[in-house]
T-cell receptor
Framework: GAGVSQSPSNKVTEKGKDVELRCDPI?????LYWYRQSLGQGLEFLIY????????KSGLPSDRFSAERTGGSVSTLTIQRTQQEDSAVYLC??????????????FGPGTRLTVL | AQKVTQAQTEISVVEKEDVTLDCVYE???????LFWYKQPPSGELVFLIR??????QNEISGRYSWNFQKSTSSFNFTITASQVVDSAVYFC?????????????FGKGTKLSVKP
């Protein structure tokens, strides 16, 4: 079946603009994760959804970052007033079951965000 | 605190050589999961293997093998008779089953270059 898809694949924006990144998980996967990959920080966890709920948003880097998930499927990561330090590859992953940590996460191709 | 250390930043080998990628982890949890992912130049993280903390049996899959040793908190990955297509960044990751959101804690990755 289809894997995790993300759009856009590349996004170039100007400092101060808002951006929306989209993730479409594998059908039937109840858990969804956002990560960020940058040269300086490696792969860092941002937020986790179980269904439509995100129990803990403390991994988001700042209050300019928000995320939502609707219908237990598609998720959107929004970055407001983008800064140059937001430049990174944003990765989405999904896993099958509702018990976190026990299932394999499958990753999408990522969105490369460049803030000028 | 949870932590994954991949001490080898870059490794270069010649095709057909065997190569071992090291991974050392730290966790206070008794139940946890360890993963290896491959990130080829295309950028997508590809799942290779998952092991749980109660299963220390080594595993072999074709040219790939994994050595899990709880006594040394290590989960090393060996590629036998390496090929150019094995060139990628390899990430080791840890996920705890309790008291977490199931997010993956990644090492910094090891960049493997296999030269013909």
């Amino acid at each position: 079946g289809a894997g995790v898809s993300q759009s856009p694949s590349n996004k170039v924006t100007e400092k101060g603009k808002d951006v929306e990144l989209r993730c479409d998980p594998i059908s039937g996967h109840t858990a969804l994760y956002w990560y960020r990959q940058s040269l300086g920080q490696g792969l860092e966890f941002l937020i986790y959804f179980q269904g439509n709920s995100a129990p803990d948003k403390s991994g988001l880097p700042s209050d300019r970052f928000s995320a939502e998930r609707t219908g237990g499927s598609v998720s959107t990561l929004t970055i407001q007033r983008t800064q140059q330090e937001d430049s990174a590859v944003y990765l989405c992953a999904s896993s099958l079951r509702s018990r976190p940590g026990t299932d394999t996460q499958y990753f999408g191709p990522g969105t490369r965000l460049t803030v000028l | 605190a949870q932590k994954v250390t991949q001490a080898q930043t870059e490794i270069s080998v010649v095709e057909k050589e065997d190569v071992t990628l090291d991974c050392v982890y730290e966790t206070r949890d008794t139940t946890y999961y360890l993963f290896w992912y491959k990130q080829p130049p295309s950028g997508e993280l590809v799942f290779l293997i998952r092991r749980n903390s109660f299963d220390e049996q080594n595993e072999i899959s074709g040219r790939y093998s994994w050595n899990f040793q709880k006594s040394t908190s290590s989960f090393n990955f060996t590629i036998t008779a390496s090929q150019v297509v094995d060139s990628a960044v390899y990430f080791c990751a840890l996920s705890e089953a309790t008291g977490s959101q199931g997010n993956l804690i990644f090492g910094k990755g090891t960049k493997l270059s296999v030269k013909p």
